[in-house]
């Protein structure tokens, strides 16, 4: 995650995540990307099933009841395992989380854990009952998928009234005090809209968006040909800065990130060193105590059937399961070949990411991304629009 408003508009500062030792148990939310010791945010999938039919779905999901998802005895003997690891979020996305039946009360189990809980939802299911029991469980954010205006949303969900129902779902957490954002992933389709989706923001009182690069995974590997090309991926990065400060210059607080491209962080303090802002050195701290791409490291996904994963995008390639071991045995084991390597990755990668002087910022970018292009996970990741020029360390 690269906090466009943490670090182009101040809003935190290296002093922040120092004050509390860089402790992912001890750091606030808004600063648990800079931890030191980078125990893991769970993504959960915790169903398959799903009431939408997005065309970008990393787990194929569809509206149809699947077999293997763990019961509820299962889920909170997992959920004991990261407890007793030591992860400090828990993500429950699907599918739609909400279709699970138990979800209010697991919810509640990792919070007598000690785990912070966050929800990735369509939104379409979430009624003021819903938000009221979001609010009861201790839910610490309620992530909505909004990928564009009225007719891109309900084109890229598959359902006509997705958007309406989303919305809804918004209000009603907002409404109960439940913090609620917004999840947009940047595609051709759908890029011209976020103009509209920062005045959405803006209107509706909504505290925090994340934009997401596109992941080359599930159905969305069908949708290669949809990612934006270098010259618009750093225009619509800078068109993201450019709203975000805005924003902020009036009065608003939002907090705005980019998601799954550490070249929009490289991207960030080069264009601050262009504009001679004084904060530059501090974002650069920043950036490093962010260390850059997490999966394997700061970042795991659990399936529905119980399977570990290196991060939620990753899905052929597992792991082990949380059934036969638990979570902290299988992310700590030594002997797991991927995970070891991609804890220390800088000395295996190639071409354009092997040569960059900014490693140590963005650690490699996203490997998923460069094995689905070129079958190679230490491969260049396709998606880096950084030039060779900047990858050197120079200015463009």
């Known amino acids: 995650m690269i906090g466009i408003s943490k670090l182009y508009c101040g809003t935190v500062e290296p002093s922040d995540a120092l004050r509390y030792g860089r402790d992912s148990?001890?750091?606030?939310?808004?600063?648990?990307?800079?931890?030191?010791?980078?125990?893991?945010?769970?993504?959960?999938?915790?169903?398959?099933?799903?009431?939408?039919?997005?065309v970008h779905c990393y787990s194929h999901s569809q509206d149809q009841q699947y077999t293997g998802e763990m019961t509820t005895p299962e889920a909170m003997r997992f959920i004991d395992g990261l407890g007793d690891f030591g992860v400090p979020v828990l993500l429950f996305s699907g599918g739609e989380p909400l279709l699970r039946r138990d979800l209010f009360e697991l919810i509640g189990y990792a919070r007598i854990k000690g785990i912070r809980t966050v929800v990735s939802t369509n939104g379409t299911l979430i009624t003021k009952e819903h938000a009221a029991r979001c609010a009861d469980a201790g839910l610490s954010y309620v992530g909505v998928s909004l990928d564009g205006l009225e007719k891109v949303h309900d084109r890229f969900r598959g359902v006509v009234g997705s958007f309406d129902r989303a919305l809804a779902g918004i209000r009603a957490c907002r409404d109960v005090g439940v913090k609620v954002g917004l999840r947009f992933t940047i595609n051709k389709g759908n890029v011209d809209d976020i103009p509209g989706i920062f005045t959405l923001l803006e209107t509706e009182s909504i505290p925090r968006i994340c934009f997401y690069h596109l992941v080359y995974t599930g159905r969305a590997a069908e949708l290669i040909d949809q990612d934006l090309d270098p010259v618009r991926a750093r225009e619509t990065v800078d068109l993201i800065i450019n709203a975000t400060a805005d924003l902020h210059q009036r009065g608003s607080a939002a907090e705005v990130l980019t998601v799954d491209n550490h070249a929009d962080g490289v991207h960030l303090y080069l264009r601050l060193l262009r504009e001679k802002s004084p904060r530059a050195a501090a974002v650069l701290e920043l950036l490093r105590m962010n260390g850059g791409n997490s999966s394997g490291v700061g970042i795991s996904a659990v399936s529905w059937d119980g399977s570990v994963y290196p991060d939620q995008f990753w899905r052929h390639y597992t792991v082990g399961n949380v059934r036969e071991r638990p979570f902290g045995e299988l992310w700590s084991d030594p002997a797991e070949p991927l995970l070891v390597k991609l804890r220390d990755r800088k000395a295996f990668?190639?071409?354009?990411?092997?040569?960059?002087?900014?490693?140590?910022?963005?650690?490699?970018?996203?490997?998923v991304r460069a094995e689905a292009v070129y079958n190679d996970v230490w491969a260049e990741d396709p998606a880096c629009y950084l030039t060779e020029k900047e990858i050197s360390g120079g200015e463009e």
């Open 25 to 54: 148990k001890r750091l606030p939310s808004h600063l648990l990307q800079f931890s030191s010791d980078k125990k893991p945010v769970v993504v959960w999938n915790c169903t398959q099933r799903c009431n939408l039919r997005c």
């Open 349 to 367: 990668l190639k071409g354009k990411c092997g040569r960059c002087v900014w490693q140590d910022i963005c650690n490699g970018n996203f490997r």
